[in-house]
């Protein structure tokens, strides 16, 4: 267990099990912080809450699985030139609701990623924030020649991690016929008046 991870487990208010708080004082000379109510009156909750996680100075809410894919997503960007487009976001969250038309939209300084999404892939959640971040760079503008430049964007991105072909084909096959994007338009409206930032 790292720094990062230990420090998880003994933040104020995380409710550990008498077992864990045993091994935890075993293995490390620790015990956790003063235990809050019982699991059961918060478990539920907490379950489907939103965690928060910094990455440089971007914030990623979303469950522990989103948060680990989004971390390692920046880490394959952050060696890139084209880290420059994460830096025009703020947050990266996860949008619970699933979506048969798309897979993330950006809302203010806030990349949003759907339910459905292939976030276990990283390079296809990198190559995402990049399509994403263009958008903010130019200020959340949209239509046909802003999908041409976020998809170049993307592709160029991809291109720089070294990605599979299969990637930056999608990406340049949307480049160069970016209207696809006329179907779900409304519902990316739709979810940024719902939630977006």
């Known amino acids: 267990m790292d720094e990062q ?13 008498p077992r864990d708080q045993k091994w935890l004082q075993s293995q490390y000379g620790h015990t956790a912080s003063p235990q809050p109510a019982h699991p059961t009156q918060v478990a539920t909750t907490a379950q489907n809450q939103a965690r928060g996680h910094r990455f440089e100075h971007i914030t990623i809410e979303g469950d522990e699985r989103f948060i680990h894919h989004a971390h390692n997503a920046l880490e394959k960007l952050k ?56 958008h903010v760079a130019r200020g959340c503008a949209f239509g046909t020649e802003e999908e041409r430049i976020a998809f170049g964007a993307e592709a160029e991105a991809l291109r720089q991690m070294g990605s599979p072909h299969r990637h930056i084909a999608d990406a340049e096959a949307h480049q160069r016929n970016p209207t696809h994007h006329h179907k779900w338009a409304d519902e990316c409206a739709a979810r940024r008046l719902r939630g977006g930032k």
């Open 79 to 134: 060696q890139t030139p084209s880290w420059s487009y994460a830096e025009h976001l703020d947050t990266i969250k996860q949008d619970n609701e699933p979506s048969p038309l798309i897979s993330a939209y950006a809302s203010g300084k806030t990349c949003a990623v759907t339910k459905n999404a292939n976030i276990a892939d990283p390079h296809w959640f990198a190559g995402t924030i990049v399509h994403e971040g263009a």
């Open 5 to 17: 991870e230990l420090a998880r487990w003994l933040r104020p208010g995380a409710w550990i099990s």
